[in-house]
Antibody, heavy 121, light 107 residues
């Protein structure tokens, strides 16, 4: 079965960076894009970015462009999300997500368990 | 960006009630709309995709309808396991965007 397993919770100071990993299993890693979505406490979801796990192409939210970097390691079937210049508003649960289909338009069927990132001085 | 507006934000209902949640898009998204259920401390669960297609394993009491800018999620007979928060999401225009959520509470 498809599994997305994320790294553990992080506490960071303002201005620092955080890197969250997402290890995929149960399917062919390079056949599906992976997305990153976050949810601040009590809020709705915010789409951040996706990565084409096959060729490494990326697409980022304009709001986060310049602060977020998505990479992948195909040999480890793992994707990474790095967010820099952290501020208190970045406190959220970060999810890696895979679609229900491999091409075209797709909804988010498979979610990681989430990684809480807390930014506090 | 495509704005997704859900209503109501909170809904109080009893077991057995028929429940309807509405989602409006600020521009046409054809049928590229999904509905998710989220319980506290958990990742969301996909219920409906392409506006009206029931995800495998989801009970048939859940249904979705609509196209263009107006969409609805209906729970035909609310069950105790259905008390949760529901979100719509458009997945045709980047940035992908979600509605603000509808919390279904016990009346």
């Amino acid at each position: 079965q498809v599994q997305l397993v994320q790294s553990g919770a992080e506490v960071k100071k303002p201005g620092a960076s955080v890197k969250v990993s997402c290890r995929a299993s149960g399917y062919i890693f390079t056949n599906y894009h992976l997305h990153w979505v976050r949810q601040a406490p009590g809020q709705t979801f915010e789409w951040m970015a996706w990565i084409n796990t096959g060729n490494g192409d990326t697409k980022y939210s304009e709001k986060l462009q310049g602060r977020v970097t998505i990479t992948r390691d195909t040999s480890a079937t793992t994707a990474y999300m790095e967010l820099s210049s952290l501020r208190s508003e970045d406190t959220a649960v970060y999810y890696c997500v895979r679609g229900h289909a491999s091409g075209g338009y797709y909804a988010f069927q498979h979610w990681g368990q989430g990684t809480l990132v807390t930014v506090s001085s | 960006d495509v704005q997704m507006t859900q209503s109501p934000s909170t809904l109080s209902a009893s077991v057995g009630d028929r429940v309807t949640i509405t989602c409006r898009a600020s521009q046409s998204i054809s049928s590229w709309l999904a509905w998710y259920q989220q319980k506290p401390g958990k990742a969301p669960n996909l219920l409906i995709y392409k506006a009206s297609s029931l995800q495998s394993g989801v009970p048939s009491r859940f249904s979705g309808s609509g196209s263009g800018t107006e969409f609805t999620l209906t729970i035909s007979s609310l069950q105790p396991d259905d008390f949760a928060t529901y979100y719509c999401q458009q997945y045709t225009n980047y940035p992908l965007t979600f509605g603000g959520g509808t919390k279904v509470e016990i009346k």
